[in-house]
């Protein structure tokens, strides 16, 4: 177990090694210029040009920039925000707590309905599947922002149960203006983890074991939890987790379309204005989450089959 | 003895396809408190539908005709806690252990679990009772054991703890589906005299399903042979082997090379095995069989009572006696 963890934490850290290479590299190569961006357009004395880049450090080599960065990113320290004069650690902080309740809202939500349905789909054959397969072709079918349109326009204005805009204000008002956009974002992929949860459930059913068990006098619902369920956790976790990490990324067309003041909608802001600082940093707490969450899954994998943790081949 | 089991005239259709298949046809068998029955044939012939017949475990949307008793109940009556009891007097051992055990859940988990949830034992309680029947079953260190995973046994030490989990209950009938066959031939001989030995100790019924005629009669007083979903022959099983009443039993006999017989190379039986839905009109057996003739391929034989036995065979009591000898070369 502790070497699976070893493992696991190396791999950790090799991939966010190479994510942030990767981050700082592209944004480094990409068109325009950090000088015409601080100067707002206008020309400025060869004077002015020699302390911008002497205070940003724009004139050091490649390698060393990125260093600095990842040095300073460790710490906490992600630069400063050349438009906007502050540092990004700060604009980043303002914003992750929104982007994190709707990416554990919409994880919540996947988890309890895609995981619900599922099971329930794979327990009742018949006219419950059928209803269960219904929904999932549709909400499948429906990308996030067609989504946020529809739930926007039907339980926003229509109905007028939810706030359209917005992050509110304490605990309660913020979880109500979250449940839209919650929703649009778990949509999508309530209807993967139903599907595989029902293909799962099924298989585990018709597994020999759980005729063992049922030879053995054990009730039907015991059987399903104790064997069913259980062992249906394995393939359901793994597929859960990655959707529920795919989120993070997801989140910022959800975002936007709720008018969110979140990472994701920042990103793309600061994208447009060339905010280089900004981007980069985002970029990099978002793979880091995104990396995280996938060590978390990986881990509870181990946990969950016992025949992984040990590494031993089971035939 | 009186009958602790008792099958009559069990039909059992599956669905494949939509449509209905016949897999088992007019089995009757009866098993007496303590006895043990074998129930002998080819692959297909039926003999893991009947035994899922007794227990129940018919894949979904079987039709069933006939009626099966135990110890007087009408079994195929019998719905929800009355039928979860009645499993718990019937255990069952399979052939696949390593595919019949959770592979997630510890061999304590998977030996304790009906005591703990059906008989309301304590944990350390029921602990107790499978160490106890581990060390029976030829496993010391049970309490090691316990804590291991399906995988972490080899397959003999598996069936053998499957054996020991189907005791712990108390059942009065085994029903035993090829346990050995998964097995090398070393572990097999090992397993099927642990299993003898403790159903005799407690005087436990079984019907103990092979493909080999001479295991069934090593361990069973009585063995029943099937071809095509029908029990075509049921005899003691010292009988079987030099006076058939039957010529797939006499086909059978012949074509296993024994090592006790000093006979040269013997023949096996021309043709394929039949599933009964694919059995022609008259004697199931009639496109194999050295015997058949027009009444064979017309009607399908009954079974006639001949002396401690019976066969199904137009001309059983006509062959008697040169059964044995027409299939050596
Ligand atoms: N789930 C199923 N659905 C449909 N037909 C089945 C199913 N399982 C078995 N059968 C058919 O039922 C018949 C009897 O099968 P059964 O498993 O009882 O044979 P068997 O005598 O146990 O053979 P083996 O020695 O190979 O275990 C066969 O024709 C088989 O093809
Ligand atoms: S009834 Fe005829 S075909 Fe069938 S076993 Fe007897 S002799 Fe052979
Ligand atoms: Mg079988």
Redesign the interface.
Known sequence: MLRFLLQRLALLATTLVVASFAIYSALYAAPGNPIATLTGGRTPTPEAIAVLEARYHLNDPFLVRYWDWLVGALHGDLGVSIPLHQEVSTLIGERIGTTAALVAYAAVIILVVGVGLGILGALRPGAVDGAVIVFTTISAALPSFVASIVLLLVFAVNLGWFPAFGTGTGVVDGFRHLTLPACALALTSIALVARITRAAVRDELG???V?????????FP?VVR??VL??AA?PITTVAGLTIASLIALSSVVERAFALNGLGSYLVQAALSKDFAVVQGISLVLVVAFVVVNVIVDLLYAT????VA?G?R?? | MTALLEIEQLGVDLAVEGAQRTVLRDVSLTIGAGEAVGLVGESGSGKSMTARAV?R?LPARATVRGAIRFDGRDVLALRGAA??????EV??V?Q?A????????TIGDFMT??LR??RKLRRPEARRRAVALLAEVGIEDGERRLGQ?P??LSGGMLQRVMIATALL?EPRLLLADEPTTALDVTTQAEVMAILDDLRRDRELALLFITHDLELAGAVCDRTAVMYAGQIVEQRASHLLHDDPLHPYTAGLVAARPSISSTSPRLAAIPGRPLSAFEAPEGCAFAPRCGHADEVCVATRPDVATIDEGAARCHHAVALRGRLAEAFRV
């Open positions: 597994r020999e074991h005729q063992t068990a049922i030879s053995r006098g054990i009730p015991a104790r064997h259980r062992n394995i969950l089959d016992p025949r040990l031993s089971a035939t | 227990d475990l039928l979860r009891d009645y499993r718990g255990a069952f399979f696949d390593r595919a019949h055990t959770n592979p997630v859940r679990e009906t949830t059906q995973h995988h972490e209950t």
